[in-house]
């Protein structure tokens, strides 16, 4: 790793070490937060009476604050990531409409896991990401993938509300057509699965991805091939979402939002290429139905200038056939490449002393130890079955949730264990509540 940054900022310039540096960068930005994970407990949530500031919130001292991904908080404690697009400029939601279908959520999934309301911590981006020191709040923007995908529960808010400036119409519809949404979702089912992923609604949760009538499993792209699997897979497709940014045409020259996400992204989908014939099979199966890598990850776009002006600009290049190339000559599947890939991917750090990570000598398998449950449960018929890896100690998820997992033997003390046997509880509890009662999947959600 040091050596691949020494390349990358020192002598080697050509476009091979670039790519290679970016390679190893991608896997480090998901491997940790770049900023603090902040939280506000559900009980203190439910009584604010709307949705509140980062700084409202720290002055009323109603903010957790959680500095990585290895922290025993995440052990200890049920996790909730709320996901939304904002219906205003100033506020997220100026008539409270996603506020509310939050607050019934949350007191449906306190029953549902039979955990208090003041035992479950909240974290939604108004609250949790600062809304006046820019250069922190692009820190915490950029932890995005790796937040989302570090919770227990992934809860999107989209109910049917008008955007105070725009007067768009909007609900899940448009909540799912947001590049940004599509990431936080893209990162959360990657690592986690789709088991409790859940639309917010004024009556409580609604499954993002309803098991099938009858069948134990989860798996979007079981859905019968409809609105389920469509929706699946345009819900992965981050690039060809819809971005702020964009619309106003990059008006003071900052980098595309879509330039931002290329490492954390790629740091995700190296994980899933691993894991393709076992843990991330349905992911990477949307992915392969749907356009395959040169879709979902386009070597180029166009980037609108200030002036208006459309320019063609390199965007992820040739990192992704870099990073299926390294992992499959890893797994012995085959020969490294002749050529070197020299395109590397964009890169808008500029403010790399910031976010440098330590280099871990443990390579990939320094990446957070998460507790995953996944629906997948056959690898029978993958034909890289043999090769995929799980994680480092062997174990596998089976079943829809894996009761046992990795960080179990990191568990200091009684009292920790305890904690997090009670939080796995919750969520098992959770992921088995049936979800059968709802009709079909897809976006008839409120
Ligand atoms: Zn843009």
Known sequence: MQLLFVLHHGRCRKGHCKVAAQRAEATRRVRD???PFVACRASDFVGLGALASHEDLRRRHRLHFVDSVRDDFFRRNFTVFVSHQWLGRDHPDPDGVQ???ICASLADLAAKAGRPLRDIFVWLDYGSIPQTCKPVQRLSVLSLPSLASAVDVFLAAAPKALNRDTLEACDAATYASRAWCRAEIFAHFSRRGGDVMYFATADGVRPMFPKPRGGAVCSPCDSGGGAGADFFKSALDVMHGKLTCCRHGHASGQPCDREELVLPLMG??????????????HIYGAIVEGGGADYYFP???DYVTPSKTVVRRVLFGDLPRAIMAKIDADLG?????RAPFVTPGADTRRDAGLLEEKSSSRGFFARPRLPLWRASVSTADSDV???SLGDSDGRRASGSFDATTPADELLASDSLRHDADDKKGAVARLAATPTTEFREVGLEVP
């Open 33 to 35: 937060f770049q900023a």
């Open 99 to 101: 506020y509310a279908a």
């Open 385 to 387: 079955r043999d090769a």
């Open 299 to 301: 070597h180029s776009f």
């Open 268 to 281: 995700l989908f190296s994980e899933v290429y691993r894991t393709r014939g076992d843990d991330a099979k």
């Open 333 to 337: 599947l085959a020969p490294a490449p």
